[in-house]
């Protein structure tokens, strides 16, 4: 298939074209104009913003396949301002693809996260959770409810979280541990799910390839307590374990929006993903791909 790809040079999206190049598709890698120099080997280069829909629409009513997994950028603290400029960024992406893709009669992979669904505490999560949003799964939420409701040839994948060399994970838990200022957000008894960035580059391209829509769930065989991530991270780097810190003294310096949803707690079910997309986890726990992370951030 031709498949156009946004955010074709960020970690995931990035991790998906070169998936996708290497599943023997042609990859056309929609990217910023200072980010050009990055697309994946392989691919043919669009210059566009998510922002700009005449830079993309044509793009995607003319190929088989639209891969959206491109965002606007966040720096710094994440406030109620930056939330909203997400949701605007998304909005404007989510209206432009569908109207290509209906038009074109394209199918659309469409990037979601664990956050739409927000806290179930212990309780497993699956594709028929409903939507209750964490405040970072808001704009993501509001796409998925729009494109569930366009009629589209539509294949939405719900990502846990995604691990790897690079993304949050460097910034949540690696370079903390490694400078030695890391410590659990809050008690750290909220579930996560991870999934290596592997894996979730696989899903993509099983659900480009899948002939129906759905909605999948991405996640690993072993959701687990925040607290014992941070555990195996620190462990792996040969440091003490840390302590913890309260939700209110992380919101000051990361928002509160972003320490709201990091103290979600999302125990997610991958079974669907695997019995319709015949997608398994190569990394099955987060311990199986850690080792293999870790080793790449230190250049070994």
Known sequence: MRVLVTGATGYVGGAAARALVAAGHDVVALVRPASRDR????????????DDPASYRDLAAGVDCVVHAGQRRTRGRITGRQIALLARTEATAVATLAAACAAGGTRLVHTSGAFVFGDHGADWVDEDTPLTPSPLGTHHAAGVRT????????????????????????????????RGILRCPGPGRNYWSPVHLDDAAAAYVAAAE?????????????????????DQVTDALGRRRVGSVPGAVLGLAGGRPAVGSLLTS???????????????????????????????????
């Not at 995604?162 to 460097?170: K, S």
Request: hydrophobic share 45%; proline share 9%.
């Open 147 to 178: 494109l569930r409701a366009a009629g589209l040839d539509l294949r939405v994948l719900h990502l846990g979280f995604v691990y790897g060399p690079g993304g949050n994970f460097t910034t949540i838990l690696y370079d903390p541990a490694r």
């Open 210 to 230: 899948h002939p129906a829509g759905g909605e999948w769930v991405i996640a690993d065989d072993h959701p687990q307590p925040l607290r014992a991530l941070v």
């Open 39 to 50: 697309a994946p080997a392989g691919a043919e280069v669009a210059v566009g913003d998510l």
């Open 266 to 300: 999302y125990r997610l079910r991958n079974a669907r993903a695997k019995a319709e997309l015949g997608w398994k986890p190569v990394h099955p726990a987060f311990a199986d791909g850690l080792p293999g992370t870790l080793a790449a951030l230190r250049g070994t």
